[in-house]
């Protein structure tokens, strides 16, 4: 199985920049795609889609949310930082079945 | 607008079984991709399953941690897409979604999930 390693946490202050990185045991690349995709997820909620394809913004998601990376190493950036940004943000690859999640980062406010 | 509405969860004993189901709407259901994945308390998502659409012959993937024991089909002419989970363990317990997708697409649109608890 693909591996997702992510930080347990991250701290930010309100409209500064918030770096979310996810590294992979193995290469999620495949014919020029990236098969990296991240979710935010609020208490009591489905997770929701903000990037696909690494660097894809999802319909309705605001230009803040940004995406890149390749290979293994690959990071979700908000910025600004706003108060609704509180939530659990996953990485999750679909290179290779299993499909696998990160365990996810929660973001909170300093 | 998409829809997907989980239901059939509940208490259920160790060793038990459960088929829950996801009624979908908004979109043409045949097309597309569907699968199924859980988040026990306090832990990241888990994919479950994956049923291809009838263009491609509504073959079937599985993690591991599952196969052999649930079993993910679909109904294309009521839109509902299901999950038959056997021989329930207390591991199991989570909250169940269903999501629609393409190939190997992300997962665009979730349910709102149903709760399995795997109690004595």
């Known amino acids: 199985d693909i591996v997702l390693t992510q930080s347990p946490a991250l701290a930010v202050s309100l409209g500064q920049r918030a770096t979310i990185s996810c590294k992979t045991n193995?290469?999620?690349?495949?014919?020029?795609?990236?098969?990296m995709h991240w979710y935010q997820q609020k208490p009591g909620q489905q997770p929701k889609l903000l990037i696909y394809?690494?660097?894809n913004l999802a319909s309705g998601i605001p230009a803040r949310f940004s995406g890149r990376g390749s290979g293994t190493d690959f990071t979700l950036t908000i910025d600004p930082v706003e108060a609704d940004d509180t939530a659990t943000y996953y990485c999750?690859?679909?290179?290779?079945?299993?499909?696998?999640f990160g365990g996810g980062t929660k973001l909170e406010l300093k | 607008e998409v829809k997907l509405l989980e239901s059939g969860g509940g208490l259920v004993q160790p060793g038990g079984s459960l088929r829950l189901s996801c009624a979908a709407s908004g979109f043409t259901f045949a097309d597309f991709y569907m699968s199924w994945i859980r988040q026990s308390p306090g832990k990241a998502p888990e994919w479950l399953s994956f049923i291809r659409n009838k263009a491609n012959s509504y073959t079937t993937e599985y993690n591991p941690s599952v196969k052999g024991r649930f079993t993910i089909s679909r109904d294309d002419t009521q839109n509902v897409l299901y999950l038959q989970m056997n021989t329930l363990r207390a591991e199991d317990t989570a909250i169940y979604y269903c999501?629609?997708?393409?190939?190997?697409?992300?997962?665009?649109?979730w349910g709102q999930g149903t709760l399995v608890t795997v109690s004595s």
């Open positions: 394809l690494a660097s």
């Open positions: 999750q690859q679909s290179r290779n079945l299993p499909w696998t």
């Open positions: 193995q290469n999620v690349d495949y014919y020029g795609n990236s098969y």
């Open positions: 999501a629609k997708h393409e190939q190997a697409a992300p997962f665009a649109y």
